[in-house]
């Protein structure tokens, strides 16, 4: 927990990795996930690095891996996924990754010629079943296609023309049926005979593997002038002709030879598709690990592209962030990754001083803690060492969302969904689901459970489930004295709507409800105002609450980083406008609740109008005030707030200022000092010299921008104070929202009970 609180104490290591077992020792690092590697080459271009062809050769690998999954997703419905390698394979050595190339592209070679030689296989197989369905289709249409007697007339009128009769058959696209005959018809002017008809059988398209039924076509014309504009058509249809004969001796014969063939090529379809599915699994039994596999070899590779050789090339030197904690593990891996590869002297690290670069930020997330943190982090990341927002966003979060949309039922449904996943959260087949909305919300299950779990509590307070009241305990309230005191009887019942309660008589009001909201308020009609004005001021109460501890969170890193002046300068003037002006309005809503209660409620003045006349300096008679001298007090602490504005504005850069200016002063006359000194003193060699940097002597510090200061805390001043009014209107989304949840869960429950 200490360490989620605050992310963890990282150093800057340096990492001496000899030549040979750099592989196997960043391989180790790999798996513990131990650092985090520094770029020592950033002027470097990656196509001029060491290894750059090694990685080129993992990327050649992996568009290997992608057209064997393109076929296992085109062969297999639906596409069958490998199980996970169990165990993770490690990062490959050279031997092995050989291997897995060879065998790979062995295997893609393999299934490019089995797929192309099935494609091939299946286009011919549906041209014949084609071409015999045109033979079927058309056999009884050549009979009477052209009646005798019309050839016999046309050869009477002219003699010595040659009338021979033509025919072109073939198949066409259903969707291109209307076209095609209407244009073959004008532009053929009538001088043709056109039939179609739907084959029988249905065959596949070929480009896109579409299941259609096609339609046969035999059109007979007269001429070669009309024949070749029949062709043309045909081809800007895309339609396949086929080789139509004359005879029906000569049909019903490549008839015959068309049904052998199809049988042949059925054959040796089957036996080539059994062969594909032979190779697809044995590409889902491997892929996985080969995958993991290269992903390794090749993120070791651009790790090393990031090392920087040594003087005498013997070994590389990488840079690192490493958490303190974890040091020894951290020689235990350089020591393992240099046994592995046999070397007799072990890689090892050296511990750099602190740096001014910023180290990262780290944070141990477990399976229920990362749905959280990646909300953090989806706003901003924590600084190094700072307080980390996660930890109380566990249940900030949820239950926000749970003011919002509480409700018992709905609560109850989100709480059942959520202990689903929760309880099935090993499953691989819900882990490995290719369906985006569903990971997002198997990801934060347990934030999801969480909402659950604090919308039924909600929903209680509320007293609403699915839109209905509940009434687990008796009403506080009770109509019976009131037939004493008043006289009321059952016709003052039948002739009045609406009768009001009088919480000053004895016996009608006995007490707050003892969990929620009491369940009679839903018979009155002031319902929706009661329990707007209730969630409203309860929504302002939480909004200012939850800022008042976001703020407060900032004196722990002020602690840590020893910035004591920042909690004078910064936080008690932050704290000071927020809580004079809407912590006191907080004040006066639980005051007005505690002082006037329901005996006294019509003499109860309006907070809405104190707060206004608050900023004005201004009292108003008709609203009397809620306790003595809260004029006074009020002036105060808007006199405070205000006050604080300028603190917060100057307060941080002034000092900031005049620190830097007496840390100049004091350089100065050390640099006066240092005129005395000899060049060489009596215990240091010329090579440790006060003024050598690489002696660890004192480096220049930084140059103090007063400008950039003084904007940076403008910003930071403008940003808090109107933050302060934005986001304290913004909780009343809270109030906004639970209002529209009830009103639709409502309308919701009453279409049901209509449609059932």
């Not at 650092?35 to 990327?59: A, G, H, T, W």
């Not at 990754?337 to 477990?366: E, I, Q, W």
């Amino acid at each position: 927990m200490g360490a989620f609180f605050r992310s963890e104490e990282v150093c800057l290591v340096q990492l001496f990795l000899q030549s040979g077992s750099a592989y196997n020792c960043v391989s180790e690092l790999g798996e513990l996930g131990l650092v985090e590697f520094r770029d020592l080459n950033p002027n470097v271009n990656s196509f001029q690095r060491k290894f750059v062809n090694e990685v080129r050769r993992c990327e050649e690998m992996e568009k290997t891996f992608t057209y064997l999954e393109m076929e296992i997703a085109r062969s297999l419905s639906p596409p069958l996924t490998g199980p996970l390698p169990s165990p993770v394979p490690y990062a490959p050595q050279p031997r092995e990754l050989m291997a897995i190339e060879e065998e790979s592209e062995r295997l893609a070679r393999d299934l490019r010629e089995v797929s192309r030689n099935r494609d091939n296989l299946r286009n011919q197989l549906t041209q014949l079943s084609q071409y015999r369905g045109v033979l079927i289709q058309t056999h009884p249409l050549t009979v009477s296609q052209v009646p005798r007697s019309s050839l016999e007339t046309v050869a009477l009128l002219d003699s010595r023309q040659d009338i021979r009769l033509s025919f072109v058959a073939g198949v066409v696209h259903p969707w291109k049926v209307p076209s095609f005959e209407r244009l073959l018809w004008r532009a053929c002017r009538g001088y043709i005979i056109v039939d179609f008809r739907e084959m029988e059988e249905r065959l596949e398209l070929p480009d896109t593997g579409e299941v259609i039924q096609w339609t046969v076509f035999l059109i007979s014309y007269w001429g070669e002038q009309i024949g070749q504009k029949v062709k043309k058509i045909c081809d800007c249809f895309h339609t396949r002709t086929f080789v139509y004969p004359e005879g029906a001796m000569e049909r019903e014969d490549i008839l015959d030879r068309l049904q052998g063939r199809i049988l042949e090529l059925k054959t040796v379809l089957s036996q080539t598709e059994d062969y594909l599915q032979q190779l697809v699994y044995r590409s889902v039994a491997a892929l996985p690990q080969w995958k993991v596999s290269v992903q390794k070899c090749k993120a070791v590779q651009a790790v090393l592209n990031q090392c920087s050789p040594s003087v005498t090339d013997k070994c590389l030197i990488a840079e690192a962030w490493c958490p303190v904690r974890k040091l020894l593990l951290l020689q235990s891996a350089l020591i393992e990754g240099s046994r592995k590869n046999g070397s007799g002297l072990d890689s090892f690290y050296n511990r750099l001083p602190d740096t001014s670069a910023p180290p990262p930020t780290l944070f141990h997330t477990n399976s229920f803690t990362s749905g959280f943190q990646s909300i953090v982090d989806a706003y901003g990341v924590a600084s190094y060492r700072e307080v980390n927002p996660a930890l109380y966003t566990i249940i900030t979060f949820p239950f926000l969302f749970a003011v919002m949309f509480g409700d018992v039922g709905h609560g109850l449904l989100m709480t059942t969904a959520a202990l689903w996943m929760v309880l099935q959260e090993r499953d691989p087949k819900l882990r490995a689901s290719d369906n985006e909305i569903f990971q997002m919300m198997f990801g934060g299950r347990y934030l999801i459970l969480l909402m659950g779990l604090f919308s039924v509590y909600t929903g209680a307070v509320y007293n609403e489930c699915f839109s209905k009241g509940l009434s687990p305990f008796p009403s506080g309230w009770h109509i019976q004295p009131m037939f004493q005191h008043y006289n009321w009887s059952d016709e003052t019942l039948k002739g009045n709507r609406y009768l009001t309660l009088d919480p000053n008589v004895t016996g009608v009001f006995l007490g707050p409800y003892p969990f929620g909201i009491d369940p009679i308020w839903r018979l009155a009609n002031n319902h929706l105002t009661f329990l707007n004005s209730y969630k409203m001021k309860m929504s302002v109460i939480i909004g200012v609450i939850h800022m008042t501890f976001g703020v407060c969170l900032s004196f722990f890193n002020y602690i840590h980083f020893n910035q004591l002046s920042s909690v004078f300068l910064v936080l008690i003037p932050e704290l000071l406008f927020l809580l004079c002006l809407f912590g006191y309005l907080v004040f006066m809503v639980v005051y007005k609740w505690l002082v006037f209660g329901p005996r006294v409620s019509d003499r109860a003045p309006s907070i809405l109008i104190h707060f206004i006349d608050m900023f004005l300096f201004a009292e108003n008679k008709d609203n009397p005030p809620l306790y003595n001298g809260q004029m006074i007090v009020q002036k105060v602490l808007v006199v405070v707030a205000l006050a604080s504005v300028p603190v917060l504005l100057l307060g941080k850069p002034l000092y900031l200022y005049y620190n830097h200016r007496r840390r100049a002063s004091i350089r100065v006359g050390e640099a006066r000092q240092g005129e005395e000194r000899p060049l060489v003193s009596e215990t240091s060699s010329i090579n440790t010299l006060q003024s050598d940097v690489e002696g660890g002597g004192a480096v220049e510090a930084e140059d103090f921008d007063t400008a950039d200061v003084f904007m940076h805390q403008a910003i930071h001043t403008i940003e808090y104070c109107l933050g302060c009014i934005s986001n304290t209107a913004s909780y009343l989304r809270l109030w906004a929202l639970s209002l529209a949840h009830a009103r639709e869960s409502r309308t919701d429950t009453n279409v049901t009970r209509l449609i059932f």
